[in-house]
């Protein structure tokens, strides 16, 4: 069953505190994504990922990191998290690397609460 | 930089009516475009796509038509149902492969 995993579903974060989010794909997909959802935004890009230690910045990757050590794992990294990084975050993945027309899958997201 | 952007923030119909969702892009090259939907508690989900101008993607009878001069991806579908309330994304593949979103569109289909 082809699918992206995003763990955890919830997190509640006091602000300062560092955010770990984890995503996995069992599709041996070259391409994963960090994304964040926010109401009237739509889906905003964080980083893109073409595969192991190959990582680019998307249109909004102040305040996060990344790391991608193995092609199946993405995490996304907040070190001291912010009030107005609340947000909901998906995790993507897609075949190929860089190619224009692909589908692209996603996962179930993450809700986070900084507070 | 490219972008899209969808006109209609919330569209609110019932049962049989017709369809549109308007969509408008910008872009430096010559983008494939893409329809996404996303229902409550889950990540978006590949609707369909097309990759050249004055094709038409289409899937579960929506349907959308690329159209490069007017720059334009306008999904529609002639008979909604109460099942197709769900929030709707257009979307563009931008240079290696970066998926650009617009906005969305929150749909809601009245029995």
């Known amino acids: 069953d082809m699918k992206v995993t995003q763990m955890p579903r919830y997190l509640i974060k006091r602000m300062g505190e560092n955010v770990l989010l984890e995503c996995g794909q069992d599709?041996?997909?070259?391409?994963m994504y960090w994304y964040r959802q926010d109401p009237g935004l739509g889906l905003q890009l964080i980083y893109i990922?073409?595969?192991?230690?190959?990582?680019s910045e998307g249109d909004i990757p102040k305040g996060y990191r990344v790391s991608r050590k193995k092609r199946e794992h993405f995490s996304l990294i907040l070190d001291s998290a912010k009030t107005n990084q609340t947000s909901v975050y998906f995790c993507?993945?897609?075949?190929?690397?860089?190619?224009?027309?692909?589908?692209?899958?996603f996962g179930k997201g993450t809700r986070l609460t900084v507070v | 930089g490219d972008s899209v952007t969808q006109t209609e923030g919330q569209v609110a119909l019932s049962e049989e009516d017709f369809l549109t969702i308007h969509c408008n892009y910008s872009?430096?090259?010559?983008?494939?475009l893409f329809w996404y939907v996303q229902y409550p508690g889950e990540g978006p989900q590949f609707l369909f796509r097309?990759?050249?101008?004055?094709e038409k993607g289409s899937s579960r009878g929506f349907e959308a038509t690329y159209n490069k001069e007017a720059t334009s991806f306008h999904l529609q579908k002639a008979s909604v149902q109460e099942s197709d309330s769900a929030v709707y994304y257009c979307?563009?593949?931008?240079?290696?492969?970066?998926?650009?979103f617009g906005q969305g569109t929150k749909l809601s289909i009245k029995p």
């Open positions: 872009a430096s090259g010559y983008p494939a």
């Open positions: 599709m041996s997909h070259e391409t």
């Open positions: 979307a563009l593949s931008a240079l290696r492969g970066k998926l650009i």
């Open positions: 097309a990759s050249r101008d004055k």
């Open positions: 993507a993945s897609s075949p190929g690397t860089g190619k224009r027309n692909t589908e692209v899958f």
């Open positions: 990922s073409y595969d192991v230690d190959s990582n």
